[in-house]
């Protein structure tokens, strides 16, 4: 058996991509499914910027037995925004992760310069009504939270759902930590290496000591998306503690091994470097089950 095969074994990957999107994507979501089922895994997440996943998540569900496949919605314009009727509509049919905005979000721009894509890397034609928007910021003017987030958190609290912060800036992400735990709303803290992050180890105990769980993803790794180094992924691991991680591949770009090989890589290279078993079954197994309720 491949090195870190066996740590794949009935582990869930909370956050992924796959087609049909208006990006490039390695393979469709029921392709995806395929592959994770493959490896063993006992579920994905299907993220998506533009549409719900729920729906896709039903039909692959049926097409491919034997592995569970969960969905949500991201909050970008193609919702309508911080829009609580899609996060309704979206839970009510068994969603369970809303993710705040990534590629419309204020902080996105920030990073890449435009809002609704990633320059060239992730490219598709997107529409001129791009032009007269701002970037979506989940703060007033006065650094409150907008009234829109306590209703999004409300109907997340009754569904027992979870709210994940994607591309939002520090600030804003801690606001919605410190909100959600106020509403005993279950929080994932995305990608906190990713470019849009970037969270020092103050930030991140910050964080976990607030409840949050904190996602640690390969694409952070890979090379076209490198905004950490494995190294610093086993550093932050141990200062911090494992029982507050999740690792999740964020993978399905077309430069990017599929998310199941993703994740065998990202878990060979943390057990070569001293992350035991036990402490990479908790990130990939445990703690995923547990934010999405499935224990
Ligand atoms: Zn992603």
Same mark, same amino acid.
């Given at each position: #058996? ?7 074994? &009935? ?7 796959? !087609? ?6 390695? $393979? &469709?979501?029921? @392709? ?7 490896? !063993? $895994? ?21 097409? +491919? ?10 909050? *970008?314009?193609?919702?309508? %925004?911080? *829009? ?9 049919? !068994? ?13 996105? /721009? ?6 609704? /894509? ?27 939270? /907008?009234?829109?987030? %306590? ?11 979870? +709210? ?21 709303? /279950? ?19 910050? $964080? ?12 952070? =790794? ?9 190294? @610093? ?29 993703? #994740?065998?890589?990202?878990?060979? #290279?943390?057990?070569?470097? %001293?992350?035991?078993? !036990?402490?990479?079954? =908790? ?13």
């Amino acid at each position: #058996m491949r090195y870190g095969l066996e740590l794949l074994k &009935d582990s869930i990957d909370i956050h992924l991509h796959a !087609g049909p999107s208006v990006f490039p994507r390695l $393979m &469709d979501a029921q @392709e995806t499914a395929e592959v994770a089922k493959a490896s !063993g $895994m006992r579920g994905i997440v299907i993220k998506h910027h533009h549409t719900p996943t729920v729906e896709r998540g039903y039909f692959v569900q049926k097409a +491919v037995p034997g592995l569970e496949i969960y969905g949500g919605v991201t909050l *970008n314009y193609s919702s309508g %925004g911080l *829009n609580p009727f899609a996060v309704d509509s979206t839970l009510n049919l !068994g969603g369970k992760i809303v993710w705040m905005p990534t590629v419309d979000a204020q902080n996105h /721009k920030a990073h890449f310069g435009e809002l609704g /894509k990633y320059g060239s890397r992730l490219d598709y034609k997107k529409p001129n009504i791009y032009a007269k928007m701002e970037g979506i910021t989940i703060l007033d003017e006065n650094g409150n939270l /907008k009234p829109e987030i %306590g209703e999004i958190l409300d109907i997340v609290s009754d569904h027992e759902a979870v +709210v994940a912060t994607s591309h939002l800036d520090n600030n804003e992400s801690k606001s919605l930590v410190e909100e959600s735990r106020r509403r005993n709303v /279950k929080t994932v803290v995305t990608h906190v290496k990713f470019i849009t992050a970037a969270l020092s180890l103050e930030d991140q105990k910050w $964080m976990a000591d607030k409840g949050a769980y904190l996602e640690l993803c390969y694409s952070s =790794l890979s090379p076209a998306w490198r905004s950490t180094t494995i190294d @610093e992924v086993v550093e932050i691991i141990k200062e911090v503690g494992p029982e507050h991680y999740i690792l999740a591949s964020d993978l399905g770009q077309v430069h990017n091994p599929a998310p199941p090989e993703g #994740m065998r890589i990202y878990i060979s #290279m943390l057990l070569e470097r %001293g992350i035991d078993s !036990g402490e990479i079954r =908790l990130m990939v197994k445990d703690n995923p089950e547990k934010i999405l309720g499935l224990t």
